[in-house]
């Protein structure tokens, strides 16, 4: 990686001191760029003091060489930040680690994605049809490694990058060869406080696209009209590419995979084989490749099974609209749910209510499940994840019924009861495999 003379000897600002921010940091730090780090918590500056990283209330520094660039890391707002109103003021110098690495990686071949689901689950595919077709992709950005962390190799150079709405918030200068959405939903609604602002902010990722670029999009998310508009009334010149879940039925006729036997998952191959299809492989690499995808853990990811009963982690579903789509993968459900809900998430369980057998309310926000679910159908409060199990072993044995499926599928962000998702999964399977000998012989 050749040093840029755009930020040697500048004097740039890093605000957010988390994985991004020090990725930024070590980099710019080798450039020879002068950089002034700051991260609001007190436990974090002591970590960075430590990374010998200079620490600096830099919105003080009234210095005749004032700062060039302001690097904000993903998970800092503006609108709520101790230095709002500086950064508001030096909003023109604001830049975002993804403005870096496309500085840095302009002769490179750059795939994002973002959307609400199914962002990691689609890298990764994509990841493995371009290694079967020889290609050698580097994953990462919102999954895996920090983009200032990732060095692609001198052949064939591409990267597929996962991009949250935190992340291209604030880019001004970050450009993709091909960039999806892959569907939105209501999200981090708490920070863009309504989904026209969320659906905008999504759609920066095709902004700043040339001709030669495609822009692929989901025409079956009910928020396709609005993102095709801003397409069309910003007078972009990227190929728009419209992705239905049909464009891969001939495909799903090759494929023995039951991982792709669910919607959503049959919407992120849409997306991957259209993507695919713009490198030039062909079909025969692509079943291939999709024939040996394994899932990614927490996502639908089956954990146990016989001809009575099924257990499914699905911790990764934080959303409403994210457990809908395992709710029609499945059927004679038992379903876990609970947590932390989205800032107005709204249940519709009308066309899953003949799905679902039972609910189990797990988390500390009952009363906001209670009446979601309301008369639906039939639920229990478990309060965690070890009651919810006890419940349903219990209902299970009662019931005459065979092909049972316990689905945690929480619908809710884990955080009143555990520290992330992949933790609140992992506890679900551990429990599932200590009652391994009682499932058995439900």
Not at 41 to 64: A, C, E, H, Q, Y
Not at 126 to 143: D, F, R, S, T
Not at 338 to 361: C, E, H, V
Not at 380 to 387: A, D, E
């Amino acid at each position: 990686m050749i040093p840029l003379a755009k930020y040697q000897n500048k004097k740039i600002a890093i605000y957010g001191m988390g994985l991004s921010g020090c990725s930024a940091a070590k980099l710019l730090k080798k450039m020879k760029t002068r950089i002034l780090c700051w991260d609001d918590s007190t436990k974090v500056r002591k970590k960075i003091k430590k990374m010998n990283f200079p620490i600096s209330k830099f919105w003080l520094d009234k210095g005749k060489n004032s700062i060039d660039y302001i690097l904000i890391s993903p998970g800092i707002n503006i609108d709520k930040c101790k230095i709002k109103f500086f950064l508001k003021k030096k909003i023109k110098k604001i830049i975002t680690d993804l403005d870096i690495f496309f500085d840095l990686n302009k002769g490179a071949k750059i795939i994002s994605i973002t959307g609400t689901n199914g962002k990691s689950t689609t890298c990764k595919l994509i990841e493995k049809i371009l290694k079967k077709a020889k290609y050698n992709p580097i994953v990462g950005g919102n999954i895996g490694s920090p983009v200032l962390d990732l060095r692609g190799s001198k052949r064939k150079k591409i990267f597929i990058l996962e991009i949250s709405s935190y992340q291209i918030q604030y880019s001004k200068l970050f450009r993709s060869h091909h960039a999806a959405i892959l569907n939105v939903s209501p999200d981090h609604l708490d920070r863009h406080k309504n989904m026209r602002n969320y659906v905008r902010i999504k759609s920066k990722i095709f902004f700043a696209q040339k001709k030669t670029d495609y822009s692929y999009l989901n025409f079956e998310n009910k928020h396709s009209k609005t993102i095709y508009n801003l397409f069309k009334s910003r007078k972009l010149k990227s190929k728009l590419v419209s992705i239905y879940k049909q464009d891969c039925d001939s495909l799903l006729k090759k494929i023995n995979n039951n991982y792709f036997k669910s919607v959503g998952n049959i919407e992120n191959l849409a997306f991957a084989y259209k993507i695919a299809k713009n490198f030039n492989i062909n079909d025969k690499i692509i079943s291939k490749a999709v024939n040996e995808f394994k899932g990614l853990p927490h996502r639908q990811e089956v954990i146990f099974s016989n001809n009575r009963i099924t257990f499914v982690n699905d911790s990764k579903a934080t959303s409403f609209d994210a457990s809908a789509q395992s709710l029609l993968s499945f059927n004679k459900i038992y379903w876990i749910v609970g947590g932390l809900p989205k800032n107005q998430d709204i249940f519709n369980l009308r066309k899953y209510s003949k799905k679902i057998i039972k609910a189990y309310i797990i988390g500390q926000n009952i009363s906001f499940f209670k009446k979601q679910i309301g008369k639906n159908i039939p639920f229990k409060v478990s309060r965690n994840l070890r009651n919810a199990i006890k419940d349903i072993l219990s209902d299970v044995k009662k019931s005459k019924n065979f092909k049972n499926t316990i689905l945690l599928s929480p619908a809710a962000a884990s955080f009143d009861q555990f520290n992330s998702f992949e933790e609140r999964g992992d506890y679900f399977k551990s429990l599932v495999m200590k009652k391994n000998n009682e499932i058995s012989h439900v």
